[in-house]
Nanobody
Framework: QGQLVESGGGLVQPGGSLRLSCAAS????????IGWFRQAPGKEREGVVC????????YVADSVKGRFTISRDDAKSTVYLQMNMLKPEDTAVYYC?????????????????WGKGTLVTVSP
């Protein structure tokens, strides 16, 4: 069992950029899928960007293609979500999540460890 802590959320104007961080602790070095999900007000949680591991497959939601990018710094045990050209519809609580050790499936139902989320508000 590991812990994930998101940070970097806040208020940004449409067209602006923001970078979210996900600090991981208590995880083994085993390969696992990790990614970002979000839940907008009154909406169900949805996948945003996910990677199945180092140099592995990357999945990006159609709604954020060309705008959001996932990256990682293994030395810092941190995963990032770079968000560019933000739109009002991107407003949501963003969650970092990871699958169990040895699992590389990015489906939301496969995620077993979740952060508490960080709020991103895109408004003029």
């Amino acid at each position: 069992q590991g812990q994930l802590v998101e940070s970097g959320g806040g208020l940004v104007q449409p067209g602006g950029s923001l970078r979210l961080s996900c600090a991981a602790s208590g995880f083994t070095s085993d390969y696992r899928a990790i990614g970002w999900f979000r839940q907008a007000p009154g909406k169900e949680r949805e996948g945003v960007v996910c990677t199945s591991g180092s140099a592995g497959k990357i999945y990006v939601a159609d709604s954020v293609k060309g705008r959001f990018t996932i990256s990682r710094d293994d030395a810092k045990s941190t995963v990032y979500l770079q968000m560019n050209m933000l739109k009002p519809e991107d407003t949501a609580v963003y969650y970092c999540a990871a699958a169990s050790a040895g699992s590389y499936y990015c489906a939301m139902d496969n995620m077993r460890d979740w952060g508490k989320g960080t709020l991103v508000t895109v408004s003029p």
